[in-house]
């Protein structure tokens, strides 16, 4: 019996070793990324097309959007997630990082220390983004302002706070295939800027009971994580606006009926108006697609 | 017939009165009246926007009307229709005013006069071109999101 019981548990030890072993956070291969330099002037474009600035500026911050202090708290089923400091400050930033620590975080959700990021940061929707954007991305956000502000700690209570346990999830939720089919460039270009960098899905899509999001209702509206209220859905069936009336929406924020974005959809506008026009036109291509 | 005719309309004016009644005295005071202020600034918005969006043609002389509108609609003292005591802490759902607006470090004051001075570079300019009226539309955009962003409740 007792032979049988050390048996047990030595195989539980080994299943139990394997599964953190095989779902460990990874960075990504360094030689992709060594070949490539960014353009910062492009990476400006995926900073806003990507809409880093909503959650990484400081709560209520009016000024530059391009100071990214962190301290914006995100309250889910979960628990309560603070953006983190990503400006170019060496101590409290991300300013020692290389290019593959950089393409670690964005694309596999994996620290330079080798831990697993909650998803609360979006990269279940980034690691979808070319190498070559994720470099130009990172040759901008290093020319941004530093900001000597600590990170705040993450208030997550058990079980979730175990990092370990994103192994597994990453398992099911993070992967690179793209949720709708796109036929023509512009389709592309839209697809492209909604399920790889403006992460719509987020909040516009709901999520399942470990947090995942329900592709087979993509963008149908989801509960606001807050617990208040819904946010709506962008596919036909719930939204009937024009394709002109959803670009200029995300160029000024006003609505068919000239009410005004409010609440997170502002600071995505804010994002939005600074893509080129075309960009705008390309979601709005996608959204009136979805079905 | 003639009393018929009395009582038809007396009933039709006790009816009528009776509606206007409930229109006036229902609801909060203060928050009809900037709901009615919002409305103003949508309906003249909606003009220039529709310039924009190019659904109709961009014309000077209407785009200087509607802009000069938004440009005194800014302008106005609503300080007795912000009344504290108003938010959706207070009146639910009647309103979507959240209670920050009257707090200490509230930017609400600060952000419609962003909203004064952009809505009077809109007016000088809308009836120099579409490009320019859209270029200033832009603006007024801004300052209603930089509000409607930090003070206002989502709509459902």
């Known amino acids: 019996m007792l032979r049988l019981l050390t048996l047990l548990f030595c195989v539980g030890l080994v299943v139990a070793g394997s599964v953190l072993w095989f779902t460990r956070a990874e960075p990504v291969a360094p030689e992709r990324f060594t070949a490539l330099s960014g353009d910062v002037v492009h990476g400006e474009q995926v900073f806003y097309a990507g809409g880093c600035a909503s959650c990484h500026q400081a709560e209520g911050q009016t000024d530059d959007p391009t100071r990214l202090p962190g301290g914006q708290r995100f309250v889910t089923q979960f628990g309560t997630f603070v953006a983190p400091n990503i400006s170019p400050d060496p101590i409290f930033g991300i300013g020692e990082w290389s290019l593959t620590d950089f393409a670690s975080a964005v694309l596999n959700g994996t620290s330079p220390e080798g831990r697993h990021y909650f998803p609360a940061f979006p990269y279940t929707t980034y690691t979808r983004m070319t190498d070559q954007d994720v470099a130009d991305l990172w040759a901008f956000m290093q020319t941004l302002p530093s900001a000597d502000v600590e990170s705040q700690p993450h208030d997550v209570g058990f079980p979730f706070n175990i990092r370990a346990s994103l192994g597994p999830w990453k398992k099911l939720f993070l992967n690179t295939d793209w949720v709708q089919p796109a036929t023509t460039p512009e389709a592309e270009r839209g697809r492209y800027l909604v399920e790889a960098l403006g992460h719509c899905s987020e909040c516009h899509t709901p999520r399942n009971l470990l947090g995942g999001l329900q592709t087979a209702n993509w963008m149908s509206g989801a509960p606001n994580p807050s617990g208040k209220g819904r946010i709506p859905g962008v596919t036909p069936a719930h939204l009937d606006w024009s394709p002109e009336d959803i670009a200029y929406y995300l160029e000024t924020g006003f609505t068919p009926d000239f009410d005004s974005a409010g609440g997170e959809m502002a600071n995505v506008i804010e994002n939005m108006s600074k893509l080129p026009p075309e960009d705008r036109a390309a979601i709005a291509a996608y959204v009136k697609a979805l079905n | ?156």
């Open chain 2, 1 to 156: 017939m003639t009393k018929f005719i009395l009582a038809s309309v007396s009933l039709a004016a006790l009816v009528l009165g009776t509606t206007v009644w409930a229109g006036g005295h229902g609801g909060n005071p203060a928050v009809k009246a900037r709901q009615a202020h919002m409305q103003l600034y949508s309906f003249n918005l909606g003009a220039l926007g529709a310039m924009a969006k190019g659904d109709v043609e961009y014309d000077a002389e209407a785009a200087m009307a509607a802009a000069s509108n938004i440009a005194a609609l800014a302008a106005f003292n609503q300080a007795a229709y912000w009344l504290p005591g108003t938010s959706n802490a207070e009146l639910g759902k009647e309103t979507r005013a959240l209670p920050k607006i009257w707090e200490a470090g509230s930017t609400a004051g600060q952000i419609n006069e962003e909203l004064a001075t952009a809505s009077a570079q809109l007016a000088a300019v809308a009836g120099d071109g579409k490009a320019e009226m859209a270029a200033g539309l832009g603006g007024v955009g801004k300052a209603c999101g930089d509000c409607h962003k930090a003070y206002r409740a989502p709509a459902n």
